[in-house]
């Protein structure tokens, strides 16, 4: 068996024969192991003038050129790494240069240890059998399933529709399928569902509702930082999705989770409203490199509100995510409500997760573009208890309109139907307003690019 290719990472503040000394301990710490290469990150107080140190026979020093992690991926490459063990310490190191070194090697597929703590890159094995695009997400409400569900309607229409697999904190205990063609997803069938003690508003319901395709649905349950499940049913699902006719597999993430199965290619989703810091530092990088497409949404803004133009938060994100990944394709939409029903003309109690400073310009949208008429509006979707003091508003509505997500069915709906309202569910869709070209080329593009890959 070959041996484990270390790369340690040094720096100038540790005295060359104490490195050299640590350096000559690594075989016996990482068993079998041999250090392939050193690679110097700065520092120069224990340095004697110009010249390289000497860390010993058979490992090579290289010097940093430019961004330190440019240099590391290009050494783990050059020098076939298996490990990467990180000799330094502050000040050439702090705690977000450090996890953003740890992002790109788990990025390049590498581990990254260090004297009191190591990041492995999740396994996510080669499960489908036919092309994947994974929807992922740095965090929950980013608008995973309204650009899944857009990038399956895409698909369906230039033809043949794909199957979606998705991962969800309410899934059901065995992986699930759904086929809109033959399944009654109708509010009155859900809200039944509901009543058996199932979450009717998970994802692959939604999926299979506002998209119209073929689902899967799983589970899963906490996630790390570098998205990877602690519990899932999501290989299963992929394996029963493998058995069908669709030639494409959409892989729908949940939260900050990362579908843990491996993808030919990735879109990844960032909200305007994300910590620059937190996306493209620390580990917020890694997903960012895992990916081809990268969407900044504009969750609960309408065309009021952006102007058909990226948000300035939008741009200061786009600049960090082209800095950590220069060669991503970069999109920015706009997420604006879509009933799936016609709602013109009636009386419409609005139930949304899009946070209130958005109402205005929802109620504008449904008003002006769909011809309903607002009379309220609830933000709690996700808050059973709030969402259930809104809904004691709603006695002059005819109609509750409401996303397929969060207490959508077992609250909203099922108090809707016991007054006799109707209910429509209420899609997202996805508008482009910037970026390197619209987002339905570029989504094609991308499972284009799963094709080639796979093949």
């Not at 590391?72 to 953003?100: C, E, K, Y």
């Not at 843990?260 to 305007?272: F, G, Q, W």
């Not at 990268?294 to 995510?321: F, K, N, Q, W």
């Amino acid at each position: 068996m070959p041996a484990v290719r270390i790369l340690a990472l040094v720096d100038g503040e540790h005295h060359p024969p104490v490195v050299r000394a640590a350096l000559a301990a690594l075989p016996s710490r990482y068993a079998g192991a041999q250090v392939a290469a050193a690679l110097m990150l700065g520092g120069t107080e224990k340095l004697r003038g110009d010249r390289m140190p000497d860390y010993g026979p058979g490992i090579p020093l290289v010097g940093v050129i430019g961004d330190p992690v440019a240099s590391l991926a290009d050494v783990i490459a050059t020098h076939a790494i298996d490990l990467v063990v990180d000799l330094s310490d502050q000040p050439v190191l702090d705690a977000r240069s450090r996890m953003r070194l740890a992002a790109h090697a788990l990025a390049a597929g590498v581990p990254y240890a260090g004297a009191d703590f190591r990041f492995d890159p999740p396994p996510r094995p080669r499960v489908a059998t036919k092309p994947t695009v994974a929807v992922i997400a740095t965090g929950k409400r980013a608008g995973k399933t309204a650009v899944t569900g857009e990038l399956a309607r895409l698909l369906r229409d230039r033809g043949p529709a794909p199957i979606v697999v998705t991962m969800g904190r309410g899934g059901p205990a065995e992986p699930e399928l759904i086929d809109p063609a033959t399944a009654d997803l109708s509010p009155a069938a859900l809200v039944a569902l509901a009543a058996t003690g199932r979450h009717a508003a998970s994802d692959h319901f939604e999926d299979a509702v506002t998209a119209g395709v073929v689902t899967v649905g799983t589970r899963r349950c906490g996630g790390g930082m570098a998205g990877a499940p602690m519990d899932s049913t999501f290989t299963a699902g992929v394996e029963l999705a493998n058995a069908r006719s669709e030639p494409l597999m959409l892989l729908e993430g949940s939260g900050a989770a990362v579908p843990p199965v491996h993808a030919d290619a990735t879109v990844c989703l960032v909200p305007d409203t994300d910590d620059p810091e937190l996306l493209t530092g620390y580990l917020g990088a890694y997903r960012v490199l895992l990916s081809d497409l990268v969407v900044i949404t504009m969750v609960g803004a309408s065309s009021a509100v952006s102007g058909d133009r990226a948000s300035p938060a939008g741009l200061l994100l786009e600049g960090g995510v082209r800095g950590v990944a220069p060669g991503v394709k970069v999109a920015h939409v706009v997420l604006r409500p879509f009933p799936l029903e016609p709602i013109s003309g009636r009386r419409v109690f609005y139930a949304t997760t899009a946070p209130a400073s958005a109402r205005a310009d929802l109620v504008e949208h449904l008003e002006g573009t769909h011809g309903g008429r607002v009379v309220g509006v609830s933000h709690h979707l996700a808050d059973r208890q709030k969402l259930a003091a809104d809904l004691e508003l709603a006695g002059e509505a005819e109609i509750l309109l409401v996303e397929l997500k969060a207490a959508a069915v077992d609250l909203a709906a099922s108090v809707a139907v016991a007054r006799g309202m109707s209910v429509v569910f209420c899609d997202n869709r996805v508008h482009s307003v910037g970026g390197d070209g619209a987002f339905p080329e570029l989504a094609l593009l991308t499972a284009d690019l799963a094709v080639q890959r796979h093949s």
